[in-house]
């Protein structure tokens, strides 16, 4: 239940998470994160820098939920987050806004500087929750695209 790298939860867990929020009906926004650039902290710096970089986001993200969140790496740099109770759509631009913004601050190691940046797709149970939890999935996975394709570096929500 817990990615041993981050200390976050994994994948396991937010589909555990989900489907217990979407069977109850309940309110919340589901961001999924991936990293602009990583691959390049990887290639050039090395797999240690790379994991320095996955630890770090995991501390940000930590820091910028609650302890009623869920947030979880779910493979290589992707991530997810599930913000219990919140579906204001400024309030979820905000959050992503803040961890865009921590991500893109320069991370050090051993000496060398990592720079990634972090593209959000946001979306929100109100609009999707009957659909199930493998639907609200899949609709935050292409939200997250849509915000790569339109520069990275980015949130964006769909309705």
Known sequence: M????????????VDLVLDRLCTGRANFGLLHL????F??????????AGDFVLESVGH????????????????GDEFVLIVAGRTDPRTLQR?????IARIREPMTF???????????GIVRSVNSAA???PALSAAADRALYAAKHAGRGRAVMLE
Not at 95 to 99: C, E, F, N, P, Q
Not at 110 to 115: A, I, N, T
């Open 2 to 13: 817990t990615d041993p790298l981050t200390g976050l939860r994994n994948r396991r867990a």
């Open 34 to 37: 991936d990293l602009d650039f």
């Open 39 to 48: 691959k390049a902290v990887n290639d050039t710096l090395g797999h240690a």
């Open 60 to 75: 940000i993200l930590r820091e910028q939920i609650r302890a009623e969140d869920c947030a979880a790496r779910i493979g």
């Open 95 to 99: 959050i992503a806004d803040r961890i």
């Open 110 to 120: 051993e000496g060398q500087e990592c720079r990634v940046s972090a593209s959000i």
């Open 131 to 133: 659909a199930g939890a």
